[in-house]
């Protein structure tokens, strides 16, 4: 596997559902992104890792928790979820100050029904 | 004001033509400009980063800042139908960690 993996790659849940997406890169790098990407909107970012760290919260609501174990994976465990948080979900990684070089996965389509 | 406006098209072009593709911001702290890539289905691909003012090129792609109207500007020539993608532009302050994009301008490439 090379570059930035996300799984699954679709995603159907109900509102009582608790389900993770699941990030791994295989840059070598150290800073980790969840963005939320919704039709006709701008990329949203959500949360920053840095060396494991979490380095920004973009007054996301509680009901996304993310997770990075290592610098090499990153995780987004979703529980309660509201029909508007239906998007695709992207991950990124660069390295630490380099946030203008990001790789991006090629994302969760997550649908809440 | 949004930080970062772009339109978002859909831009048709005939395949050969120039492509001009743009973002104005409003925030003039911001010292990175990126442009991004996006095929249907998949996440967005780094085209280039200019730091400051001025021009960068790559191959067919040319990047260009204007600090002083707050205008950012990315060329393709001798476009082709596999260009054919969302263009996203993308903004960083020197220090910051939080990069802001645009809501992407679709575009169409026609053989």
């Known amino acids: 596997e090379t570059g930035v993996t996300q799984t699954p790659r679709h995603l159907v849940m109900g509102m009582t559902n608790k389900k993770s997406l699941k990030c791994e890169q295989h840059?070598?790098?150290?800073?980790m992104y969840w963005y939320k990407q919704s039709a006709k909107k701008p990329l949203e970012l959500m949360f920053v890792y840095n060396f494991k760290e979490q380095t920004e919260n973009n007054s996301v609501p509680s009901r996304f928790s993310p997770e990075c174990p290592n610098s090499s994976h990153l995780f987004l465990h979703l529980h309660t979820l509201q029909p508007e948080d239906s998007a695709l979900y992207l991950c990124?990684?660069?390295?630490?100050?380099?946030?203008?070089?990001?790789?991006f996965g090629p994302g969760t389509r997550l649908t809440v029904t | 004001q949004k930080e970062v406006e772009q339109d978002p098209g859909p831009l048709s072009v005939p395949e050969g033509a120039i492509v001009s593709l743009n973002c104005t911001y409003s925030n003039s702290a911001f010292q990175y400009f990126m442009w991004y890539r996006q095929y249907s289905r998949k996440g967005p691909e780094l085209l280039m980063y200019?730091?400051?003012?001025g021009n960068k090129e790559d191959g067919r792609f040319t990047a260009q800042v204007d600090k002083s109207s707050k205008y950012i500007s990315l060329f393709i020539r001798d476009s082709q139908p596999s260009d054919s993608a969302t263009y996203l532009c993308?903004?960083?302050?020197?220090?910051?960690?939080?990069?802001?994009f645009g809501a992407g301008t679709r575009l169409f490439v026609k053989a």
């Open positions: 990124a990684s660069s390295q630490p100050g380099q946030d203008y070089e990001q790789y």
């Open positions: 993308a903004i960083l302050n020197t220090g910051g960690f939080k990069t802001i």
């Open positions: 840059l070598g790098h150290n800073a």
């Open positions: 200019t730091y400051s003012s």
